[in-house]
């Protein structure tokens, strides 16, 4: 499964981004697609998760702030980010559960700044 994530960019806090991230590799159906983030000096951690039939997990620092969607038809994870902080700053990275493997995306620079 090769994961090629886009959308990240320079936006200014209150800002929106929209990041997507699609799968390859001659698969039919992802169990968990999701979006984690790391900062500077800090570890990976969670964003977002969604299941194969739209069950939805959010970290509490984003929560009625970001959306994770998907479309099962293009094995495509989608993360719209809103009321964007400067917290927010990370490389963002898709990740994908298939078979019990989990594979990550190279990753997409987001940054937050005035």
């Known amino acids: 499964v090769q994961l090629q994530a886009s959308g990240g960019g320079l936006v200014q806090p209150g800002g929106s981004l929209r990041l997507s991230c699609s799968a390859s590799g001659g698969i039919s159906v992802i169990a968990i697609m999701g979006w984690f983030r790391q900062a500077p000096g800090k570890q990976r951690e969670l964003v977002a998760i969604i299941t194969y039939g739209s069950t939805t997990n959010y970290a509490d620092s984003v929560k009625g702030r970001f959306t994770i969607s998907r479309d099962n038809a293009k094995n495509t994870v989608y993360l719209q980010m809103n009321s964007l902080k400067p917290e927010d700053t990370a490389v963002y990275y898709c990740?994908?559960?298939?078979?019990?493997?989990?594979?990550w995306g190279q990753g997409t620079l987001v940054t937050v700044s005035s």
């Open positions: 990740d994908a559960v298939h078979n019990g493997r989990t594979y």
